[in-house]
């Protein structure tokens, strides 16, 4: 067995000390971009720069891996690449690798992690540690600069209600990447402190509620409200958890049926109100749960079907394929979109990946730690299905490809260690 050098170890740390700087550099060219000061993209070059080293590090232990993961790059790349060639003149070909390495990212954060704490496992728990809590600043940071007035907002205007902009997501774009980003910041912070320090166990709570306020996105303020009720239980005894489990389901329940005395008033003091119930009459619950994706999935769709042949919907025709004929080409859910823009394969690797993540942390369900990892994750799925950017987020995959890197090498230890090794 060929132990990895110190110089491979040195190498790990270096890459995960600069990686808490990683959604810094995100806000900052947001920040830039805001005020039309640079358009250079300086993000994009260090998480290729980070992703790059991850694979240089991975290649001693990881080759077959790594050698599969180009494979399947090629097979996305494939679709789009006839789709290129079909256009004159073609549109460029850097967005659809961008998004393939966005979708692999993950993956990759998680062996790269999952080797890091196979080899020096204390100073891995500290780096997690550390790049939770640099992310967890620059997105609190971030909002702060939103309550300010500066940066994007998070719902644009809508024509057909007098209805302004409402919310604010700071210096990022998207609204949608950055609520699942909250969500599983605040799930990690959560269980830390409930673990170490309970007491500031509520300061987390407020401060995620302040961050979902500014968002005002349904996945943010439901999803830290989940978190903060659910992750306590989640680190109780087995037999407490089921007699408290039954008494959070009655006050559901109660809440739930009162929710017509409450309910309204609470979304008008938010400026959803308005919003909300102009979807609902129109589109019904289905157009509300799915905020219209429904309607871009049927317009891509038509798109597919009328320019395309069928050989070709396997093979996925790029997001150049979508964007030539309709404006808004991603639907905004990811196992619609994958598929539609890298194959079917893209759509077996999505499900694959869920899958493994679901299956690891319910391999970890004794620890608490997994029973939280269990959660997030099923609410990341949840999230991929029905609001997207989740796979396909360039700003999820570090905490959460290192998050569950860690668990998976203290929950198979030494198998996830010895993996690969010659």
């Known amino acids: 067995m060929i132990k990895q050098s110190g110089n491979t170890e040195t190498g790990w740390q270096l890459i995960f000390l600069l990686a808490a700087f990683s959604l810094l550099f995100d ?5 830039w971009q805001s005020l039309e000061l640079i358009g250079l993209p300086v993000a994009q070059a260090f998480k290729a720069a980070l992703l790059a080293a991850m694979l240089w590090c991975l290649r001693a232990n990881d080759r077959r891996m790594l050698v599969l993961l180009a494979l399947l790059a090629g097979c996305f790349a494939f679709g789009p690449l006839l789709t290129q060639w079909r256009l004159q003149p073609p549109l460029g070909f850097s967005r659809e690798l961008m998004l ?29 540690q550390r790049l939770m809590l640099c992310f967890s600043v620059v997105l609190l940071i971030n909002f702060v600069f939103g309550f300010a007035g500066f940066g994007y907002a998070a719902y644009s205007p809508m024509e057909q209600i007098e209805l302004g902009s409402l919310g604010s997501s700071g210096f990022f774009v998207s ?14 912070q959560l269980h830390y402190y409930w673990v170490k320090y309970k007491l500031l166990y ?10 979902a306020l500014q968002l005002l996105t349904k996945t943010a ?14 680190h109780l005894e087995a037999e407490r958890r089921k007699h408290v489990a039954l008494l959070i389901a009655g006050v559901a329940v109660v809440l739930l049926v009162t929710s017509p005395l409450w309910l309204g008033a609470l979304l ?14 129109e589109k019904g619950w289905f157009g509300l749960i799915l905020s219209s994706r429904d309607l871009y999935m049927q317009q891509n769709m038509q798109v597919l079907t009328e320019h395309f042949p069928p050989w070709h919907w396997l093979l996925g025709v790029g997001q150049a394929g979508i964007a030539l004929y309709q404006k808004k080409y991603f639907a905004e859910s990811d196992f619609f979109d994958l598929p539609m823009f890298f194959g079917v394969l893209a759509l077996v690797f999505a499900i694959g990946w869920f899958g493994y993540l679901l299956w690891l942390s319910w391999q970890a369900r004794a620890r608490a ?12 799925l949840l999230l991929a299905a029905l609001a997207g950017h989740v ?3 360039g700003l999820l995959w570090l905490p959460w490809g290192c998050w569950c890197g860690y668990v998976l090498a203290r929950q198979q230890v030494p198998a996830a260690c010895n993996r690969s090794r010659s």
């Open 27 to 31: 806000m900052l060219q947001g920040a």
């Open 268 to 281: 008008q003091q938010l400026g959803l109100y308005q919003k909300l119930l102009w979807v609902w009459q």
């Open 175 to 188: 609204a949608n990447e950055l609520s699942a980003l909250l969500l599983i910041l605040t799930a990690y």
């Open 391 to 393: 796979l396909t987020s």
């Open 221 to 234: 303020l439901f999803g830290v409200l989940l978190l903060a009720v659910l992750i306590p239980l989640l």
């Open 100 to 128: 393939i390495s966005k979708v692999f990212a993950p993956l990759i954060a998680l062996l790269a992690f999952t080797r890091f704490t196979c080899n020096t496992p204390e100073l891995a728990q500290k780096s997690l």
């Open 202 to 211: 509520i300061v987390v709570v407020f401060l995620a509620l302040f961050c």
């Open 369 to 380: 730690e997994g029973r939280v990892l269990l959660l997030i994750n099923g609410i990341l």
